[in-house]
């Protein structure tokens, strides 16, 4: 971390010192008429056992972590960034790294209050829940830049909570920089439903934030001292003591090569994986970890379409993906609200990767559906869109390449509720080979009125292809909640559960690295019927009875399912 020893000092204050920090109103220090703040201090050593670990960033350079778990590390937290400028260009690796060799892993955000806390929280969030990373190695200090592609597995039990570095107040008041952690805190616990770890100094917090508003937050203290015990500022103390302890910044650890951060758990092994484990109950308010809109709707409820229509972005909850998370690649900088997702399309005659944008209508009646595009990722000139709609399901093939902004999908019948969707697979019938890029952003409905009578597909200004017929792929397919695939998370092996076809493996499908100078679509909508064809079908099965036994939903992506083979055989 970017910081220097935090030194300690005595400060004497009167009765009328308040403590500036704690929400918004100033609220009088919990104190007697003449406090010495050296007293009120608390050296507080380990309640017993404690374990080594350890905190990187780019700082650490590239770290070889089978030598780091070697070394007995039990612990690693991981740098996302600085603020909302700097992404660290090691975070992919060491993330991945980490989790790869069985080290127990945490994330940490340095703090900018100056920031806007809530996007702050966003990168966080981002990186909790990300599949891949692109590492961008900048020159200095390499000689050239080059990026990094990283494989990965997302937050979830197992894992640290999230941690807010606090070292700074960057000149504001420390009641701003209290409300702005408050933002930061917030948002951040809304998706992880756990106590975010606050790391911070001694001065800091008791010299300038002065604040007991996070007492129930786990400490993290950094405090570089010859003594065998860290001293705390209040509120932490012997009855709420620290949980983590940075005790030095130039350490050595095999397999990091630069000075190494060094840092103590508070607890034996089984105190530090409770810890980690966290809880993931659907009904507790908290959509985090493994669950989504369609495992936990109670927890993860999807925005309805209301009569008016509106958009349904790629990065809502109403957005889920499956397949390989290898080949998933997340874009910032481009795409409707400044993010899409991409993957390469496949001639398989299965499905490997594959989003879904789960819908609910406040008004049922006749939608037009839009889908957006950006250049270059949407290559794609036959991207087959499913649309599942009032007890049917309809099929459109689409030209990605030939719009930029809206392209038309096409218009249909939807009903008041859910069990309606838009799916997008990436077995499109272009090869591999060819390495066509298939893009996900966001769908946009429109309202037309009402309901078209019955057997009306689409408009008439849309060109009905009757030729066109699923494959035996999408024949058995089955709806979004029914189990693709087929393969289970009891006895499916990597490839299996990865889901890589043949036509990939056979292709030594490599993730690509993406180019760092992207600039962001124009935003200006154009719809373009982009040759789009149709073709109507009868419904599949309906949710309710492609569900397995007892009702209970199965697994329902790939992705899902190979996390929770992974998180098995750590």
Same mark, same amino acid.
């Given at each position: ?7 300690r ?29 050296e ?5 507080v ?34 740098r996302?960034g ?6 660290d260009?090691?975070?992919g690796?060491?993330?991945s ?20 806390p ?12 990300a599949?891949?990373?692109v590492d961008?190695?900048?020159?200095p ?12 597995e ?8 999230p941690?807010?570095?606090?070292e700074t ?5 420390p ?7 408050h933002?930061?805190i ?22 300038q934030?002065?604040?007991n508003d ?19 500022p209040?509120p ?9 302890w ?18 103590l ?29 369609l ?10 379409v ?25 874009v ?6 400044d ?10 005659s299965r ?7 789960h819908l609910?209508?406040?008004?049922g009646?006749r ?16 991207a087959?869109?499913?649309?599942r ?18 392209a ?22 272009e090869p ?11 769908i ?20 009905? @292809?009757? =030729?066109?017929?699923p &494959?035996a792929?999408s !024949? %058995?397919?089955? /709806?979004? *909640?029914?189990?693709?695939?087929? $393969?289970?998370?009891?006895?499916a092996s ?5 889901g ?5 493996? @056979?292709? =030594?499908?490599e993730? &690509?690295?993406?180019? !760092? %100078?992207?600039? /962001?679509? *124009?935003?200006?909508?154009?719809? $373009? ?10 419904a ?8 397995? =036994? ?10 899902l399912c ?6 098995r055989?750590?």
């Amino acid at each position: 971390m970017e910081r220097a020893p935090m030194s300690r000092g005595a400060v004497k204050l009167g009765a009328l010192l308040l403590a500036a920090g704690c929400g918004g109103e100033p609220a009088a220090l919990e104190v007697g008429p003449i406090v010495d703040l050296e007293q009120a201090e608390q050296r507080v050593c380990a309640s017993g056992s404690t374990l080594d670990g350890t905190d990187v960033s780019h700082h650490e350079g590239l770290i070889d972590w089978d030598q780091v778990k070697a070394a007995g590390i039990q612990f690693a937290i991981v740098r996302v960034g600085d603020g909302t400028q700097y992404d660290d260009y090691e975070f992919g690796h060491n993330w991945s790294e980490a989790y790869r060799v069985g080290i127990i892993r945490g994330a940490y955000q340095y703090f900018r209050p100056s920031q806007d806390p809530i996007a702050q929280a966003d990168i966080m969030i981002e990186h909790l829940t990300a599949t891949s990373h692109v590492d961008h190695h900048p020159s200095p200090p390499y000689d050239t830049p080059f990026d990094t592609t990283h494989a990965l597995e997302p937050f979830g039990p197992g894992d640290l909570a999230p941690t807010i570095d606090v070292e700074t107040l960057e000149g504001l008041e420390p009641s701003a920089v209290v409300q702005r952690m408050h933002q930061w805190i917030d948002r951040v616990e809304a998706f992880t439903g756990r106590d975010t770890i606050i790391y911070t100094g001694l001065s800091i917090w008791r010299d300038q934030i002065r604040c007991n508003d996070f007492a129930d937050h786990p400490l993290w203290i950094a405090l570089y001292t010859a003594d065998t015990c860290p001293t705390l500022p209040p509120p932490w103390d012997d009855t709420n003591p620290w949980t983590f302890w940075q005790t030095g910044d130039h350490g050595t650890i095999p397999g990091i090569n630069a000075g190494a951060d060094l840092d103590l758990f508070n607890g034996d092994i089984a105190a530090l994986t409770a810890l980690a484990a966290g809880t993931i109950e659907c009904g507790d308010g908290h959509c985090n970890g493994t669950e989504t809109h369609l495992t936990c709707p109670e927890d993860c409820p999807c925005e309805e379409v209301p009569a008016a229509g509106r958009i349904v972005d790629e990065s809502e909850v109403c957005f889920t993906r499956g397949g390989n998370a290898a080949y998933w690649y997340a874009v910032t900088g481009a795409g409707h609200g400044d993010t899409l997702l991409w993957t390469h399309a496949t001639d398989s005659s299965r499905v490997d990767n594959f989003g879904v944008w789960h819908l609910e209508f406040a008004q049922g009646g006749r939608y037009r559906v839009e889908a957006w595009m950006t250049s270059p990722y949407n290559g794609s000139q036959q991207a087959r869109y499913l649309t599942r709609h009032a007890g049917a399901e309809g099929e459109a093939r689409v030209d990605q390449s030939a719009a930029t902004g809206w392209a038309l999908v096409g218009d249909y019948d939807f009903a008041a509720g859910v069990d309606q969707w838009v799916r997008l697979d990436d077995n499109t019938g272009e090869p591999y080979a060819d390495r066509v890029q298939l893009v996900f952003d966001a769908i946009r409905l429109t309202p037309l009125g009402p309901a078209a009578d019955a057997g009306t597909a689409v408009d008439a200004g849309i060109a009905v @292809d009757a =030729a066109i017929a699923p &494959d035996a792929a999408s !024949a %058995d397919r089955q /709806p979004p *909640d029914g189990n693709l695939r087929d $393969a289970g998370c009891d006895d499916a092996s990597p490839a299996d559960a990865g889901g890589t076809d043949a036509a990939r493996a @056979d292709s =030594a499908r490599e993730p &690509d690295a993406l180019a !760092a %100078d992207v600039a /962001p679509a *124009d935003t200006a909508a154009s719809t $373009a019927d982009a040759g789009s064809t149709h073709s109507e079908t009868a419904a599949g099965c309906s949710c309710a009875t492609t569900r397995g =036994a007892g009702g209970a939903a199965p697994a329902l992506f790939s992705a899902l399912c190979w996390i929770a083979w992974r998180r098995r055989g750590r």
